[in-house]
């Protein structure tokens, strides 16, 4: 894969990926997310991400919207628990007006208090939305029991109450603390000269003063596997278990990548889906997933069923997790595996703004960008005893937590 990097003299770096088409895209990838907050100020991270895009030193709301949408280009941004994105797509001829508006709403904004109350109701009812979706819902209140006492088991979005107190100086000292200029990343894929790109971006982001504030990310602990239900106003049972998986520089991460795919990954042919919904039509949606971050993962598996039929899908769930802790791969059943996985990944690359951000955030935590023969490389090179090894690591049911969602009675 080819790219280039660059350090700006306060830190930032600029990377390119270069692409030969008439759209481009960048993005501005910020190592600052919700597990960067207080306890007591949760949903902070993601309130700056709106109100970036309210009123600036030179710009109005309606002139930071209209500043890319009048060329047709798309902007849009969002938070993670580790990240900030702010990223935009459109013809690579606008570019220099791209750089200039991320720069204005990241090192510019001013948080008039009207625009902070504003935004705080936008919030307020995106919660509340929220909350209405139970699929969703229970993917946070799940990571609460899983993350307990530590600020990763926190809702990205906030909840009213810490939502409602959040104030301008919050956001200033969240920002002072969090936005180190060396943490920052400038990612663009696009048909460009390299050289003429970093002294564009130098223009618009080399005065921006250099920040050197250090976090102090604390490792979650293990906690004890719990079984909870809750009753909610709700028409379906919705499950989700899992358990604390491999961080990101694990060796084993492209491992359970490759066993969660297999699992219950993307498509109609992983193992939960053929046997939960099209051998037992119990299940809509089942389906698993692992997030590594920098110090932890999460792996957990989530399915919405009817209420009599809840219990025989957890049955089943658990059928399929002792198979795979039971019963080594054969040779001919691990090749369609990463066969498959590995023809997902590719197809992925296509995606060119979901790959310049997945360059920049690996840049960002290992100072290193794998390449599509890499990636595949490492996919290629995980062995059966491999995959036993780390379903009976991970798969392991009872050790993991449970959360029930229940119809009222």
């Known amino acids: 894969m080819e790219y280039q990097v660059y350090t700006l003299s306060n830190g930032i770096r600029i990377l390119h990926h270069p692409v030969k088409s008439a ?53 849009n941004a969002y938070t993670t628990k580790e990240y900030t994105c702010i990223h935009a797509s459109f013809l690579k001829e606008h570019l220099e007006r791209t750089i200039d508006l991320f720069e204005d709403i990241v090192f510019h904004s001013t948080f008039p208090q009207a625009e902070i109350e504003k935004e705080r109701g936008v919030i307020l009812d995106e919660i509340a939305s929220y909350l209405d979706q139970p699929e969703e819902a229970i993917q946070d209140d799940f990571e609460g029991l899983l993350f307990k006492g530590h600020i990763l088991g926190g809702n990205i979005l906030g909840t009213p109450e810490t939502v409602s107190k959040i104030n301008k100086p919050d956001v200033r000292g969240f920002i002072n603390q969090n936005y180190n200029t060396s943490q920052i990343i400038l990612g663009v894929a696009g048909e460009y000269d390299f050289k003429k790109l970093v002294k564009l971006a130098d223009k618009h982001l080399g005065s921006v003063p250099a920040n050197n504030a250090v976090k102090n990310r604390i490792k979650p602990v293990v906690n004890l596997p719990e079984f909870v239900k809750a009753e909610k106003s709700i028409s379906q049972t919705h ?55 920098t110090d932890t993962g999460i792996f957990n598996i989530y399915f919405g069923t009817d209420v009599e039929k809840a219990d025989r899908a957890m049955r089943l769930v658990n059928k399929e997790l002792k198979k795979l802790r039971d ?69 392991d049911n009872k050790q993991m937590t449970t959360l029930l969602f229940e119809p009222i009675d």
Do not use: W
Request: one cysteine or more; glycine letters at 8%.
């Open 327 to 395: 019963n080594k791969l054969g040779t001919l059943q691990l090749h369609q595996a990463k066969q498959k996985f590995n023809g997902q990944i590719a197809l992925a690359e296509e995606g060119r703004m979901g790959l310049i951000i997945s360059m920049a955030k690996s840049l960002m935590d290992f100072n290193h960008i794998d390449s599509l023969e890499d990636v595949i490389a490492k996919i290629n090179a995980v062995t059966a005893d491999d995959v036993l090894e780390i379903s009976n690591q991970i798969l």
């Open 239 to 293: 499950c989700v278990m899992g358990m604390q998986a491999y961080p990101s520089s694990h060796p084993y991460k492209s491992g359970l990548l490759l066993v969660n795919n297999l699992l219950g990954g993307m498509g109609m042919s992983s193992r939960l889906n053929l046997e939960i919904r099209e051998k037992y039509g119990i299940a809509y949606t089942i389906e698993s997933s692992y997030t590594p971050l």
């Open 23 to 75: 759209i481009a895209h960048c993005c501005l990838i910020i190592n600052a997310g919700s597990r960067d907050e207080q306890p007591e100020q949760e949903g902070l991270a993601h309130f700056i991400e709106h109100l970036l895009f309210k009123e600036t030193e030179r710009r109005n709301t309606s002139q930071i919207l209209n500043r890319l949408e009048l060329v047709g280009a798309d902007l």
